[in-house]
């Protein structure tokens, strides 16, 4: 099957908008209400999304992650940037210097996202490393990551008794400990 070109039914949303663009960093799991309530407004804007499996209680739902999470693009001027602003759904408004860096690295992303091919959404959370749980009732809790194929496990040890826990917990909630 060939690929399918910009410009054809697959319009990147970025050589939609005339505008200047933005990086919105959005507060924890805003992503996509931001981008519906930019969509209601008429305001443009990009959020890529991958498609991913998650499994809950032996079933598995099919859902619609953000590839960046925290974070959306957005095009606009400053009536824009204060609609965002007030919709209290954002943490920060970064200002792009490279505009036609950001336009040709989104329509790389876009081109990701319309091939339907496999994207590791964390790909910073490997086998070994050190990691700790930023979200949830875990907060704060610091362990190794023992296995990211299928379900992310940690490993949460007392080195000093020998003893340790493995908790399956979604990659979202970790972060990678430096």
């Avoid at 949303?13 to 959005?26: A, K, L, R, S």
């Avoid at 099919?62 to 609609?83: I, K, N, T, W």
């Avoid at 954002?90 to 996202?113: C, H, S, T, Y």
């Avoid at 080195?159 to 990659?171: F, N, Y």
């Amino acid at each position: 099957m060939d690929e399918p070109t910009l410009g054809t039914a697959f319009e990147c949303p970025v050589d939609e908008f005339i505008g200047e663009w933005w990086v919105v960093h959005t507060k924890a799991r805003q992503e996509k209400a931001l981008a519906t309530d930019l969509a209601t407004h008429g305001i443009g804007h990009f959020l890529p999304l991958v498609k991913a499996k998650r499994k809950q209680r032996r079933r598995v739902f099919h859902v619609e992650l953000p590839l960046f999470p925290s974070y959306l693009f957005l095009c606009g001027g400053d009536e824009e940037r204060y609609a965002v602003i007030g919709s209290r759904r954002a943490a920060n408004i970064l200002p792009v210097v490279d505009q036609e860096g950001l336009k040709k690295e989104l329509r790389q992303v876009f081109r990701l996202m319309i091939s339907e091919q496999p994207v590791d959404l964390y790909p910073g959370l490997q086998r070994g490393k050190r990691c700790r749980v930023i979200s949830g009732p875990l907060v704060g809790l610091e362990g190794t990551v023992l296995r990211r194929r299928g379900v992310c496990r940690v490993y949460v040890g007392v080195e000093v008794l020998g003893q340790s826990a493995e908790l399956e917990i979604d990659p979202a909630l970790l972060e990678v400990i430096d």
